[in-house]
């Protein structure tokens, strides 16, 4: 966490206490028009590559209606070990500086992913803390959106319940097993409370890793792509049994993004559940919520469970 007597790089003072509090930011104007075609650029070569898939793959993941006549992707995995631009781009000032205005000057990569939420059939994600998945040793740990197309209310935007990220860790299972989401009602949130980050091509959104959010099917005929890039302060380290990454030392060092790594975690109190047992049928978010009894938003067009 960042000790606040360091001054800060890009945000303002009240941008920091409004993450604070809330739990989330939208900064426009982050990444240039460049970038962002550039960004666009990679997607189309990505996607020229997986046209003739069948199945998902450690890059790809797929529509439930895709078919190799009429590909359709729904994430692409790890995108920065894809293309240099995302690589890039993770590491410049545009997504670091205002993480380290939040996190402190250490930081470590937890993952990243492509969204497409692709128009008219782009998969909704149902409500979830991205902690049920991975919790750590202390949560200064967020996700930075990209927005790489403009994010407007009817494409799906992200939606964030603004001050849950101070609340507890829901219950995500469901049938004994871990689902990846969780009950608004038994959480008791109502929908209507819930704050869609918008903004225009080259915004970013942040959310706190507790924070409850999801997004709805994009019914729209605007893409939806935003690329994520989930980032820990590098003294959070994943608990045993979750979902976090940590197959060896030098694996972990080795996505060090900024700053200095430790052997030495940060373990705060900090409320958990573990993601056990893993569900039948393992994959993306998408697949692992498909197991759920809790259905948050209704299915796209394609094959449904
Ligand atoms: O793409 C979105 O709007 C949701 C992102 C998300 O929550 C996830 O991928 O875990």
Redesign the pocket.
């Known amino acids: 966490m960042n000790d606040m007597t360091r001054p800060l790089e890009c945000l303002t003072p009240e941008q920091a206490e409004a993450y604070a509090r809330d739990g989330y930011l939208v900064l426009e104007g982050r990444v240039s028009a460049q970038v962002i075609a550039a960004c666009h650029a990679e997607i189309d070569r990505i996607r020229n590559e997986a046209r003739h898939l069948t199945a998902h793959t450690d890059q790809i993941d797929l529509e439930d209606s895709h078919t190799p006549d009429d590909p359709r992707i729904r994430r692409i995995k790890l995108p920065h070990k894809q293309s240099a631009v995302i690589d890039d781009l993770m590491r410049s000032d545009a997504i670091l500086a205002p993480v380290r205005d939040l996190l402190g000057p250490n930081l470590r990569l937890q993952n990243s992913?492509l969204?497409m939420?692709s128009a008219r059939y782009g998969a909704p994600?149902d409500w979830h803390q991205?902690w049920s998945f991975y919790p750590y040793t202390n949560d200064d740990i967020l996700a930075v959106g990209v927005f790489l197309d403009d994010v407007t209310e009817e494409n799906?935007p992200?939606m964030v319940f603004p001050g849950s990220h101070r609340g507890p860790v829901h219950d995500h299972h469901s049938d004994g097993y871990f689902a990846g989401t969780m009950s608004l009602a038994a959480a008791g949130l109502d929908p209507k409370d819930a704050v869609r980050a918008m903004g225009p091509a080259g915004s970013i959104s942040i959310h706190h890793v507790r924070t409850v959010?999801?997004?709805d099917l994009n019914r729209s005929s605007r893409d939806r792509a935003?690329l994520?890039y989930e980032i820990a302060a590098a003294d959070a380290f994943p608990i045993a049994g979750s979902m976090g990454m940590f197959p060896s030392l030098e694996e972990f060092d080795s996505r060090m993004l900024f700053g200095r790594s430790t052997i030495e975690p940060r373990v705060t109190n900090v409320p958990v559940r573990i993601p056990q047992p893993q569900p039948p049928t393992q994959g993306s978010?998408y697949e692992i919520q498909k197991q759920s009894a809790v259905q948050g938003f209704e299915r796209g067009p394609g094959k449904r469970m």
């Open positions: 992913k969204n939420k994600v991205d799906g992200l959010h999801g997004s935003v994520f978010i």
